[in-house]
């Protein structure tokens, strides 16, 4: 089965500490993409990356990080600088990255709550 | 920098026709019109993809006029099912903005 995976689907953490969100994809996807999502306020971009060990800041990227050492996977990292990092997290990929207009794949996203 | 406006929510029944307008003032020369279906705790997935005048798909229709600055996405005869959230997103070269998405609820 092709698709995008993220786990765990619901994570909790005390406030202060770093938390790593999972993304895979195996539809050999050149870009992918992190997006916060909070009620009534859309998807925002905090990064994306169109290529292996490449990646650029989104909207929101002030308290995240990212890597990008394999094409298959996009983990974030949401740190300890983030404000409020309790919002569900959403993860893409799309042939072509920013620019190329393509349909972009989602997962099932990961709900992080810190207590 | 292109920013999205949509309407909050919009009831319909089934069997209807349903038009969701986006408004999008400064969309760019380069910039696409996409737009997609969440469902609560799911990810978005795509529904369609204009850049002018009219696509059809076998679920769906947008319509964006000479001026490109809004975009219309029809749903025609709605089911219960189709109760979710639709976003519409304008991307390009230096562009990736979701609007704030749009709740239709479909009643029987």
């Known amino acids: 089965d092709g698709g995008i995976t993220q786990s765990p689907k619901y994570l909790f953490r005390k406030e202060g500490q770093n938390v790593t969100l999972s993304c895979e994809q195996n539809l050999n996807h050149d870009a992918m993409y992190w997006y916060r999502q909070d009620p009534g306020q859309g998807l925002r971009l905090i990064y994306y990356?169109?290529?292996?060990?490449?990646?650029q800041k989104g909207d929101i990227a002030e308290g995240y990080s990212v890597s990008r050492e394999k094409k298959e996977s996009f983990p974030l990292t949401v740190t300890s600088a983030q404000k409020n990092p309790t919002a569900f997290y959403l993860c893409a990929s799309s042939i072509g990255g920013q620019g190329s207009y393509n349909e972009q794949f989602f997962g099932p996203g990961t709900r992080l709550t810190v207590l | 920098l292109a920013k999205t406006t949509q309407p909050i929510s919009m009831d319909s029944y089934e069997g209807q026709e349903v038009n969701i307008t986006c408004s999008h003032n400064n969309i760019a020369t380069n910039d696409y019109i996409t737009w997609y279906q969440q469902f609560p705790s799911q990810g978005p997935r795509f529904i369609i993809q204009g850049y002018k005048t009219k696509v059809t798909n076998e679920v769906a229709s947008l319509f964006i006029p000479a001026d490109r600055k809004s975009s219309t996405l029809s749903l025609p005869r709605v089911s219960l099912s189709d109760t979710a959230v639709y976003y519409c997103?304008?991307?390009?070269?230096?562009?990736?903005?979701f609007g704030k998405g749009t709740m239709l609820l479909v009643s029987p």
């Open positions: 990356s169109q290529i292996v060990n490449d990646f």
């Open positions: 997103l304008v991307s390009g070269y230096s562009t990736l903005t």
